[in-house]
C-alpha cells in the first residue's frame, strides 16, 4: 500500500507486484477559493478523508487490511503539516499490524510510475519531472543513483501554468484549464520569450512576468490565444533544455514524470523529439502522472526489496535532493 499526502490530494494505491488493484484519489477543492494551496488546510483536509479512503482503497481492490505486506507512504518533499498526517497513519497502520514501514521521496515516487508501465525504461535514462513543485531533470544512472542535471531557478512548470492561470481569472489548479482554453486558441497570437537560462536549468519566473504585462496592457485579451501560446512556449523551453541533454549524454531512453506530464501538447512535442531523435520516449499512463498512491506504493516496494524497511523514526522534511537519498552513491 502506499499514500501519498504531500500536498492537496489524499491518496492511496494498491499494488501486488506491478499490477494496479486500487488507485483512489481526494483531490481538495478547498484550495480553489485561495487560488493556491493553504497548507493548514491541506492537512485538516487529509484527516477528514483518510480514513473512508482508506476503506474505499480497500473495497476496490477486494482486500482487507490484514492483507497488506507493505506499508508506505511519501516523507517529503512537501507540505510538512500534509506530510505528518499520511506518514503518521502509514506508521500506525504498520505498528499494529506488524508489517514492515517504508518512506518514499516524492520525486522517487513519480519516477517509479514509469516502471508501471509493460516497457521500462532501460538503464541509464533521461527523467524529467514536471509538476506543480519541481522542475528538474535527472539522470538515473542505476535503480536508486540518480544525478541531478538542472533543475528551475525558480518557478517549477506547473507552478507557472496555475500562476498565469489565476492571471487569466481560471481556477486553481490552472494546467488543466490552461490546457483546454488552449485547444481553442492560436499558439502564435501572442509573442512569448522562450527561457534561456544557462546549462540544464530551468527558468519559468520571466515568462510569467511576460505574461502579466501582457494581460496588463492589453486588458480585452484573449484568453484562448493567450492560454495556446504561454502553453507552447512553456513546453518549449522544457524541449529546449531536454533536447540538449539528450545529445550530449547521447540518451536512448528519456521519462516524463509528474502533473504537467498529462498535457496533450507536451505529450505530442516529445512523441515528436524522441522519434526524431530516435530515443525512446516514456510517460505514465494519465492516472499515474498526478500525485497518485500507486507511484509510492511502487517506489516502496522496489525500496523495500534493496534496502529493507525504513526506521519508524523517519521524520517529514520538506525538501530533499533526490542524490542525496539512501541507494544514491556510486
Ligand atoms: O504532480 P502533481 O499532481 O503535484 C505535484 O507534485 O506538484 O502536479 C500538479 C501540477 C499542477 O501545477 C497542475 O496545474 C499541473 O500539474 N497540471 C497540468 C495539467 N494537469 C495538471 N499542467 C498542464 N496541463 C495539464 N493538463
Ligand atoms: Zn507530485
Same mark, same amino acid.
Given at each position: 500500500?502506499?499514500?501519498?499526502?504531500?500536498?492537496?490530494?489524499?491518496?492511496?494505491?494498491?499494488?501486488?507486484?506491478?499490477?494496479?488493484?486500487?488507485?483512489? @484519489?481526494?483531490?481538495?477543492?478547498?484550495?480553489?477559493?485561495?487560488?493556491?494551496?493553504?497548507?493548514?488546510?491541506?492537512?485538516?483536509?487529509?484527516?477528514?478523508?483518510?480514513?473512508?479512503?482508506?476503506?474505499?482503497?480497500? =473495497? !476496490?481492490?477486494? #482486500?482487507?487490511?490484514?492483507?497488506?505486506?507493505?506499508?508506505?507512504?511519501?516523507?517529503?518533499?512537501?507540505?510538512?503539516?500534509?506530510?505528518?498526517?499520511?506518514?503518521?497513519?502509514?506508521k500506525s497502520l504498520s505498528i499494529v499490524l506488524k508489517k514492515p514501514f517504508v518512506g518514499v521521496n516524492?520525486?522517487?515516487?513519480?519516477?517509479?510510475?514509469?516502471?508501471?508501465?509493460?516497457?521500462?525504461?532501460?538503464?541509464?535514462?533521461?527523467?524529467? @519531472?514536471?509538476?506543480?513543485?519541481?522542475?528538474?531533470?535527472?539522470?538515473?544512472?542505476?535503480?536508486?543513483?540518480?544525478?541531478?542535471?538542472?533543475?528551475?531557478?525558480?518557478?517549477?512548470?506547473?507552478?507557472?501554468?496555475?500562476? @498565469?492561470?489565476?492571471?487569466?481569472?481560471?481556477?486553481?489548479?490552472?494546467?488543466?484549464?490552461?490546457?483546454?482554453?488552449?485547444?481553442?486558441?492560436? =499558439?502564435?497570437?501572442?509573442?512569448?520569450?522562450?527561457?534561456?537560462?544557462?546549462?540544464?536549468?530551468?527558468?519559468?519566473?520571466?515568462?510569467?512576468?511576460? !505574461?502579466?504585462?501582457?494581460?496588463?496592457?492589453?486588458?480585452?485579451?484573449?484568453?484562448?490565444?493567450?492560454?495556446?501560446?504561454?502553453?507552447?512556449?512553456?513546453?518549449?523551453?522544457?524541449?529546449?533544455?531536454?533536447?540538449?541533454?539528450?545529445?550530449?549524454?547521447?540518451?536512448?531512453?528519456?521519462?516524463? @514524470?509528474?502533473?504537467?506530464?498529462?498535457?496533450?501538447?507536451?505529450?505530442?512535442?516529445?512523441?515528436?523529439?524522441?522519434?526524431?531523435?530516435?530515443? #525512446?520516449?516514456?510517460?505514465?499512463?494519465?492516472?499515474?502522472?498526478?500525485?497518485?498512491?500507486?507511484?509510492?506504493?511502487?517506489?516502496?516496494?522496489?525500496?523495500?526489496?534493496?534496502?529493507?524497511?525504513?526506521?519508524?523514526?523517519?521524520? =517529514?522534511?520538506?525538501?530533499?535532493?533526490?542524490?542525496?537519498?539512501?541507494?544514491? #552513491?556510486?
Amino acid at each position: 500500500m502506499g499514500l501519498d499526502t504531500s500536498c492537496d490530494e489524499t491518496a492511496f494505491g494498491i499494488i501486488h507486484d506491478r499490477e494496479v488493484l486500487a488507485n483512489t @484519489v481526494s483531490s481538495q477543492i478547498a484550495h480553489t477559493k485561495f487560488g493556491g494551496v493553504v497548507p493548514e488546510l491541506a492537512a485538516r483536509n487529509h484527516m477528514r478523508v483518510i480514513l473512508p479512503l482508506l476503506d474505499s482503497a480497500l =473495497a !476496490v481492490a477486494h #482486500k482487507e487490511l490484514t492483507d497488506i505486506d507493505l506499508f508506505c507512504a511519501t516523507y517529503g518533499p512537501g507540505l510538512i503539516g500534509a506530510l505528518l498526517v499520511g506518514l503518521s497513519f502509514i506508521k500506525s497502520l504498520s505498528i499494529v499490524l506488524k508489517k514492515p514501514f517504508v518512506g518514499v521521496n516524492h520525486l522517487e515516487a513519480h519516477i517509479y510510475a514509469l516502471h508501471l508501465e509493460k516497457e521500462n525504461p532501460e538503464y541509464p535514462y533521461l527523467v524529467l @519531472v514536471v509538476s506543480g513543485g519541481h522542475t528538474e531533470l535527472l539522470l538515473v544512472k542505476h535503480p536508486f543513483l540518480y544525478e541531478t542535471l538542472g533543475k528551475t531557478c525558480d518557478d517549477a512548470c506547473g507552478e507557472a501554468f496555475d500562476k @498565469v492561470a489565476k492571471l487569466m481569472h481560471l481556477p486553481y489548479p490552472g494546467g488543466p484549464y490552461i490546457e483546454q482554453y488552449a485547444s481553442q486558441g492560436r =499558439a502564435d497570437a501572442v509573442p512569448l520569450p522562450v527561457p534561456r537560462p544557462k546549462g540544464y536549468s530551468f527558468s519559468y519566473s520571466g515568462l510569467k512576468t511576460a !505574461v502579466l504585462y501582457y494581460t496588463r496592457d492589453n486588458p480585452d485579451y484573449n484568453r484562448y490565444d493567450l492560454a495556446a501560446s504561454f502553453q507552447m512556449v512553456a513546453v518549449e523551453h522544457l524541449i529546449q533544455v531536454v533536447e540538449r541533454a539528450v545529445i550530449a549524454l547521447n540518451i536512448r531512453h528519456l521519462g516524463i @514524470v509528474g502533473g504537467v506530464s498529462v498535457n496533450t501538447h507536451l505529450r505530442k512535442q516529445f512523441g515528436e523529439l524522441c522519434s526524431k531523435l530516435k530515443v #525512446k520516449l516514456h510517460i505514465p499512463d494519465i492516472g499515474f502522472c498526478t500525485d497518485n498512491g500507486v507511484m509510492v506504493a511502487m517506489a516502496g516496494a522496489e525500496r523495500f526489496r534493496k534496502f529493507g524497511p525504513s526506521e519508524l523514526t523517519l521524520d =517529514a522534511i520538506s525538501r530533499e535532493r533526490l542524490d542525496r537519498i539512501v541507494g544514491s #552513491k556510486e
